[in-house]
């Protein structure tokens, strides 16, 4: 493990937290469009190296379950991660699908050689009941959208954080994957999210530069370089501080959104904010301490 490879990992963390608000800053772009946009822009990174150096095209070629496990991931991820963001509050809909850390500890702590600790429960309550604070909350801007849409864009992020923990945690399986074969996923995620929206939605194109800017700024950093930084720190570098580092996201993007102007500062996101950054932490304390202690 090495401290190079950490501080790559770490600035995917750094550009995740800029999801929100990129999206949000993006327009009423429909989710499906969105996704195949961003992910062949975040496909050009990896294309650029494989025209650069043919020779590693070979990489591509990996088990069905690899490709399966990257792409359905990916794909399912940002759609639904869209998805709560267009009928949802930014910051709420943000912080729910920030619940993913948690669920990755929870989920690693049912591993072979792992067990459910009480951190793990207690913290899973704790950011649970920040998710909650946030649904029965009605403050941070979300007065320009009905209940019904509301909701769908709650259940979105919810099933958001269960998609990428889901996906971080297969993905412990494929360890030997090169990070070179993340293009090939960016590549059919495209074409996928392409397909869908040509058979299930309406075309709709930015009206704004600044919206074109928002959906560039998507597709380089936390739609693209963001998942090549990830792969390497993870496998590479010290996964157990990028876990604990990931933590910060929904912090970070939480800020972002409301120094733009895309969320109004309130005690419940605030507490919300806490709750699930606090959970999370507590949750990963017992696997650090038990690092330490061996």
């Given at each position: 493990?090495?401290?190079?490879?950490?501080?790559?990992?770490f600035?995917?963390?750094?550009?995740?937290?800029?999801?929100?608000?990129?999206?949000?800053?993006?327009?009423?772009?429909?989710?499906?469009?969105?996704?195949?946009?961003?992910?062949a822009?975040?496909?050009?990174p990896?294309?650029?190296?494989?025209i650069?150096?043919?020779?590693?095209?070979?990489?591509?070629?990996?088990?069905?379950?690899?490709?399966?496990?990257?792409?359905?991931?990916?794909?399912?991820?940002?759609?639904?991660?869209?998805?709560?963001?267009?009928?949802?509050?930014?910051?709420?809909?943000?912080?729910?699908?920030?619940?993913?850390?948690?669920?990755?500890?929870?989920?690693?702590?049912?591993?072979?050689?792992?067990?459910?600790?009480?951190?793990?429960?207690?913290?899973?309550?704790?950011?649970?009941?920040?998710?909650?604070?946030?649904?029965?909350?009605?403050?941070?801007?979300?007065?320009?959208?009905?209940?019904?849409?509301?909701?769908?864009?709650?259940?979105?992020?919810?099933?958001?954080?269960?998609?990428?923990?889901?996906?971080?945690?297969?993905?412990?399986?494929?360890?030997?994957?090169?990070?070179?074969?993340?293009?090939?996923?960016?590549?059919?995620?495209?074409?996928?999210?392409?397909?869908?929206?040509?058979?299930l939605?309406?075309?709709?194109?930015?009206?704004?530069?600044?919206?074109?800017?928002?959906?560039?700024?998507?597709?380089?950093?936390?739609?693209?370089?963001?998942?090549?930084?990830?792969?390497?720190?993870?496998?590479?570098?010290?996964?157990?501080?990028?876990?604990?580092?990931?933590?910060?996201?929904?912090?970070?993007?939480?800020?972002?959104?409301?120094?733009?102007?895309?969320?109004?500062?309130?005690?419940?996101?605030?507490?919300?904010?806490?709750?699930?950054?606090?959970?999370?932490l507590?949750?990963?304390?017992?696997?650090?301490?038990?690092?330490?202690?061996?």
């Amino acid at each position: 493990m090495n401290l190079r490879a950490t501080l790559i990992g770490f600035s995917a963390i750094l550009m995740w937290s800029l999801l929100a608000l990129f999206t949000a800053a993006s327009g009423a772009m429909p989710p499906f469009q969105l996704t195949a946009i961003c992910f062949a822009i975040g496909s050009l990174p990896g294309i650029a190296v494989f025209i650069a150096r043919p020779e590693r095209l070979k990489l591509l070629k990996q088990p069905p379950a690899a490709w399966a496990t990257g792409v359905i991931g990916l794909f399912g991820y940002h759609f639904l991660y869209f998805t709560a963001l267009r009928n949802a509050p930014p910051a709420e809909a943000g912080i729910i699908a920030y619940l993913w850390p948690l669920l990755i500890v929870l989920g690693s702590a049912m591993l072979p050689g792992e067990r459910l600790r009480l951190v793990h429960i207690v913290g899973a309550l704790i950011g649970f009941a920040g998710a909650v604070l946030i649904i029965s909350g009605r403050d941070g801007g979300g007065e320009q959208f009905g209940d019904t849409q509301r909701y769908v864009g709650y259940a979105a992020a919810f099933a958001c954080a269960f998609t990428w923990s889901g996906y971080s945690l297969l993905s412990r399986r494929f360890g030997n994957v090169p990070t070179d074969a993340v293009t090939g996923f960016c590549l059919a995620t495209s074409v996928l999210s392409a397909i869908s929206h040509l058979v299930l939605e309406t075309t709709v194109w930015p009206a704004a530069s600044s919206e074109w800017l928002a959906i560039v700024g998507l597709g380089v950093f936390p739609v693209g370089l963001a998942f090549y930084a990830w792969d390497h720190g993870v496998k590479k570098g010290n996964i157990q501080i990028l876990g604990v580092a990931s933590y910060a996201a929904p912090v970070l993007s939480t800020l972002a959104l409301i120094a733009a102007g895309f969320a109004t500062l309130s005690w419940q996101i605030l507490l919300a904010c806490v709750l699930v950054t606090g959970g999370a932490l507590l949750a990963v304390s017992g696997r650090l301490f038990k690092t330490k202690a061996a």
